[in-house]
């Protein structure tokens, strides 16, 4: 299963903003075990049962 379809399975209503674009601009990224997904192409092996994690980045208030 590549990124891209990774992204498309995430119910839309629980987190609106995991959107391909996001992704390519750094809104978020996705990490399965310890590695770090780069590429909406790139094929992420679910066999094993590895965890993945979406973390969101937001900015912080203040200054």
């Known amino acids: 299963m590549t990124v891209r379809e990774l992204i498309a399975l995430r119910p839309r209503q629980d987190t609106p903003v995991l959107s ?7 809104g978020f990224f996705i990490l399965t075990d310890d590695h770090q997904l ?26």
Request: hydrophobic letters at 45%; aromatic letters at 6%; zero cysteines.
């Open 38 to 63: 780069d590429s909406l192409d790139e094929v992420v092996d679910l066999t094993g049962s590895p965890t993945l994690t979406f973390i969101k980045l937001v900015a912080l208030a203040g200054g």
């Open 20 to 26: 391909e674009r996001a992704f390519l601009t750094n």
